[in-house]
C-alpha cells in the first residue's frame, strides 16, 4: 500500500505508488483496533456457530490426541519420561503445539479466505493474519483449564513458574505469526501453499520434542542446531514452567531469536507484497 | 491544494499485467516451469522475459479534482476505468503513477455488505459490516435502531442472513452502508441492486448525503441517478478523462459518443452470454421513411425498428421486443412483437431459424431528442433470454411537428399531433 497518513486532525490521506520496504504502522494499527476485535469475535463465533459441541471440540481435541500419543508413545513405545506420567508429559506439550498448530493453518489461509475484504476496502492488511491468530487464542485459553484439571488429577503442584506460559505462548504465537506473514502472502499468489501447510505442519511436529523428550537429541551442536525451531524452545519451556522439568537453557534464546529474525523479515515481505494482494488475490 | 478542495487527483495511472492469462504462474509448479523455460532461453541467447506479460493501462494520467461538498459523477462503459479508479481512490489497490490526497474521513462503498457472514445475525452482521466500513462501535451502537428500520428486516435481526431472502439481504447491507458517515462518500454502483421501490429509497438517502455537504464520487449506469445526485461528471473511456462537464452534458455525450453507430448495433458472438441460447441476437436498427439507416430520424415521420435474431432451437412463447427510454433514464414505452392478439397465436412458438421483428412507431409518436433502446427476449413467466438495457440510441428532430412555429423546447418525450377545437362561446 502507499504511505497513508491517518492524520487525527486534518485527516489527509495521500495516494501514490509505493516503493521500497515499509514498515509496521502501529499508530495506524490502533486506529483500527476496533477492526481486529470484530474480525477476531468473528472467527470464534462462525468457528462454533453450527457445532453442536461449540467450544467443546476445543478439549476434545487435546484430549484425543493425548490419548493417542499416550498410548502409541508412552505404553506401546514406553518413551522414557523421567518422573512425569506420559499423559501429563505430552498434554504439556500439546497444548502450546495445537495453538501453533491452528494458528499457522488459519493465518495462512487468512488473506485468500478474506479476499472480498482486501479487494472492496481499505485497512492494514496485517490485520487478517493477525486476527486469524487472536481467534485461535481462546481455544487456547479453554484448553489450558483442561491441563489445570489434569494436573490437578495427577496431583502436581503449581507453581509461580507458572506466569512464564504468558511470555511462552506469546512465543508460539509470534512464530506462527511469523511463518504465517510469509505463507498467507505466498499463499495469495501459489494456492499450493495451503497444500502444503499439513505436510509443512507433520515434518515440524516431529521436529519439536512433543511425542519424545529433547534428551533423546544429542547434546552440543546438534541440539543447538534443533533449538533453532522456536517450538522446541516453547514446548520445553511449557514443560518446565509447568512441573519443573529441566529449565530452560541457551535453546529458548536461540528460538527467541530464530522467531525474531524469521517475525522481522516476514513482516517485511507482507509489507512488500500486500499493496498486490488485491489485484492478485 | 487551497482549503477547499476535498479531492485531488494528478496524473493517476494504473496498470495490469495481462500476459499471465497465457502463461499463469498461479500455482508453484507453473513458476518452476517458467523460470526453467526462461533459464533454457537464457542461454540459448533468446531473452524473452519482458514480452513475457502483455500491460494494460487501466487508467492513464487522469487527473481532477473535487471541492468539498461536491457530488462528482463517474460515467464510462465497461471497462472505461471506472472502478480501477474508485479503488484507487479507496486504497484498495495503488496507483503505477501519479498522486492523490484526500481531505477528510473517506468511506468507500465498492459494493454492500463487504465481510456479511451468512452465519451470523443480522444484528451480527451490522456490527462486523459497519467496524469494515470504518465505523467506530460506538457509532454502530448510537445508529443501530435507524439503521434496522430502514433496513425493514426487525423481525429477523437475530437470524442468520444465510436464511434471508437476497432482498432481505441487500436492504440490511445498504442500511449499514448508508448510515455512514464520511467527509468523503465513494460509491459504485451500489444502486444497482434491489427492487424498485428499495432504490428509489437508495437514491433517496443517497441524494441526503449528496446535499449534506459532503463530498461524494459516484459510478453508476443510471443515467438519471448521475443526474439527480451529480452536479458534473467525468467521462472516462479507455482509462482516460474525455470530459468533464455539468452531469446532463456529460451524460448526453457518453451516451452520443459510446452507443451508436449510425443507428445500427452488432452483437458478436463473444458480446452475447452464453445462457441466452437458444436466443441469439444479431443486430438492431432504425431505418427512416427513406428506407435508410440513420441515428437522426424526425419526428414528423414514421420510424422502423428491427431486430434480426436467431433461434438455434424451436422456441415456445417467444417475445421479442424493445423499451424506449429517454436518455434520463425514464421510460416511454415498452412493446413486444406478440402484443397483438393474432401475432400471438401464430408466432408464439418458433422453429429454431434467423427472424426480424419489425415495429413501425407512427409519425408524430416522440418528442425532439435522444432516446435509447433496450433490447428484451423473453417468454413470459419461464425465463428472460437476453436483454441489453442500452442497445442502441437516436435522435429526433422535432422541424415540422405541431407546435415548432413557436421556438421553445417542449418538455416530454412524447410529442402526439392531437386534436384540438376551438368554440366560441359568446361575445364579451
New interface residues.
Given amino acids: 500500500?502507499?504511505e497513508?497518513n491517518v492524520n487525527s486532525a486534518?485527516?489527509?490521506?495521500?495516494?501514490?505508488?509505493?516503493k521500497g520496504w515499509l514498515g509496521i504502522d502501529l499508530r495506524e494499527l490502533w486506529h483500527y483496533r476496533?477492526?481486529i476485535?470484530?474480525?477476531t469475535?468473528?472467527d470464534i463465533?462462525?468457528r462454533y456457530?453450527?457445532a453442536t459441541l461449540g467450544v467443546a471440540w476445543a478439549i476434545l481435541q487435546p484430549v484425543v490426541t493425548t490419548a493417542i500419543t499416550s498410548i502409541v508413545f508412552g505404553y506401546l513405545l514406553k518413551v522414557d519420561t523421567g518422573n512425569l506420567p506420559y499423559p501429563v508429559f505430552t498434554l504439556a506439550a500439546l497444548l502450546p503445539w495445537h495453538l501453533f498448530q491452528l494458528s499457522l493453518q488459519k493465518s495462512s489461509v487468512s488473506l485468500v479466505g478474506n479476499a472480498?475484504?482486501?479487494?472492496?476496502?481499505?485497512?492494514p492488511r496485517i490485520i487478517i493474519p493477525l486476527s486469524s491468530v487472536l481467534a485461535v487464542l481462546v481455544d487456547f485459553a479453554i484448553s489450558l483449564i483442561l491441563l489445570f484439571v489434569v494436573m490437578l488429577i495427577f496431583k502436581l503442584p503449581l507453581t509461580w513458574n507458572i506466569l512464564w506460559l504468558i511470555p511462552l505462548t506469546l512465543l508460539a504465537i509470534l512464530t506462527a505469526l511469523a511463518v504465517g506473514f510469509w505463507l498467507s502472502t505466498l499463499n495469495v499468489?501459489?494456492?499450493?501453499i495451503q497444500q502444503m501447510v499439513p505436510f509443512l505442519l507433520q515434518v515440524w511436529m516431529y521436529a519439536t520434542p512433543i511425542v519424545y523428550p529433547i534428551t533423546i537429541i544429542p547434546e552440543g551442536t546438534i541440539r543447538y542446531l534443533y533449538s533453532l525451531n522456536p517450538m522446541v524452545g516453547v514446548v520445553q519451556g511449557f514443560r518446565w514452567a509447568l512441573f519443573d522439568d529441566s529449565p530452560p537453557d541457551m535453546t529458548l534464546l536461540v528460538s527467541a531469536v530464530a522467531v525474531m529474525i524469521l517475525l522481522i523479515s516476514g513482516l517485511f515481505f507482507f509489507r512488500r507484497m500486500e499493496?498486490t494482494f488485491?489485484?492478485v488475490v | 491544494m487551497d482549503n477547499k478542495t476535498s479531492i485531488l487527483v494528478k496524473g493517476?495511472s494504473k496498470r495490469?499485467k495481462i500476459g499471465a492469462a497465457q502463461e499463469r504462474?498461479?500455482?508453484?509448479?507453473d513458476?518452476i516451469v517458467s523460470q526453467a523455460r526462461n533459464l533454457g532461453r537464457f542461454f540459448s541467447g533468446k531473452r524473452g522475459l519482458s514480452d513475457k506479460y502483455e500491460h494494460i493501462w487501466a487508467l492513464r494520467d487522469v487527473s481532477f479534482e473535487v471541492k468539498r461538498g461536491q457530488a462528482l459523477g463517474i460515467i464510462g462503459r465497461n471497462g472505461a476505468g471506472k472502478s480501477t479508479l474508485l479503488?484507487?481512490?479507496?486504497?484498495?489497490?495503488?496507483?503505477?503513477?501519479?498522486?492523490?490526497?484526500?481531505?477528510?474521513?473517506?468511506g468507500?462503498l465498492?459494493?454492500v455488505g463487504?465481510?456479511f457472514?451468512p452465519?451470523?445475525t443480522g444484528r451480527?452482521n451490522i456490527?462486523?459490516n459497519g467496524?469494515?466500513?470504518?465505523m467506530?462501535?460506538k457509532e454502530i451502537e448510537a445508529r443501530f435502531d435507524e439503521i434496522v428500520d430502514f433496513s425493514e428486516v426487525e423481525k429477523f435481526i437475530d437470524t442468520?442472513v444465510k436464511r434471508y431472502s437476497s432482498g432481505m439481504y441487500l436492504r440490511l447491507a445498504f442500511a449499514v452502508a448508508a448510515h455512514l458517515e464520511p467527509?468523503i462518500l465513494v460509491v459504485d454502483e451500489v444502486l444497482a441492486v434491489g427492487d424498485a421501490d428499495f432504490q428509489r429509497k437508495c437514491l433517496g438517502k443517497m441524494g441526503d448525503v449528496a446535499s449534506s455537504g459532503r463530498t461524494v464520487l459516484f459510478v453508476s449506469h443510471n443515467m438519471s441517478a448521475i443526474q439527480r445526485l451529480t452536479e458534473e461528471s467525468l467521462v472516462l473511456d479507455k482509462g482516460r478523462v474525455l470530459m468533464r462537464a455539468p452531469s446532463g452534458e456529460a451524460v448526453d455525450f457518453y451516451l452520443n459518443r459510446g452507443l451508436t453507430k449510425l443507428g445500427e448495433r452488432f452483437w458478436e458472438e463473444d458480446e452475447v452470454p452464453a445462457n441466452s441460447a437458444p436466443f441469439r441476437p444479431l443486430a438492431i436498427r432504425i431505418v427512416d421513411k427513406n428506407e435508410q439507416v440513420s441515428d437522426s430520424v424526425r419526428s414528423v415521420d414514421p420510424i422502423r425498428i428491427e431486430i434480426d435474431y436467431e433461434l438455434t432451437e424451436d422456441v415456445t412463447g417467444l417475445r421479442v421486443g424493445y423499451y424506449l427510454f429517454t436518455t434520463h433514464g425514464e421510460p416511454v414505452f415498452t412493446s413486444f412483437d406478440t402484443d397483438a392478439e393474432d401475432m400471438f397465436r401464430e408466432y408464439t412458438a418458433r422453429k429454431a431459424g434467423v427472424y426480424t421483428s419489425r415495429c413501425m412507431i407512427p409519425a408524430d409518436t416522440l418528442n425532439e431528442g435522444r432516446f435509447v433502446l433496450g433490447i428484451n427476449a423473453s417468454s413470459y413467466g419461464i425465463r428472460r433470454y437476453f436483454q441489453d438495457d442500452q442497445a442502441l440510441s437516436f435522435s429526433v428532430d422535432a422541424s415540422g411537428a405541431p407546435g415548432t412555429h413557436w421556438p421553445e423546447s417542449r418538455p416530454g418525450a412524447v410529442r402526439p399531433s392531437l386534436q384540438w377545437t376551438i368554440e366560441e362561446r359568446g361575445r364579451a
Avoid at chain 1, 499468489?189 to 499450493?192: H, L, M, P, V
Avoid at chain 2, 479503488?87 to 473517506?106: A, F, N, Q, W
Fill in positions: 500500500m502507499a497513508h486534518s485527516q489527509v490521506v495521500t495516494i501514490s505508488p509505493s476496533e477492526l476485535y470484530f474480525l469475535w468473528r463465533k462462525v456457530k453450527q472480498n475484504l482486501l479487494t472492496k476496502i481499505y485497512f499468489q501459489y494456492r499450493d499493496k488485491a489485484d | 493517476i495490469y504462474q498461479d500455482t508453484l509448479r513458476l479503488k484507487i481512490l479507496s486504497r484498495v489497490t495503488d496507483p503505477t503513477e501519479g498522486y492523490g490526497e484526500l481531505r477528510g474521513r473517506v468507500s465498492l459494493e463487504t465481510g457472514h452465519e451470523l451480527e456490527f462486523l467496524a469494515i466500513l470504518g467506530h462501535k442468520p467527509e
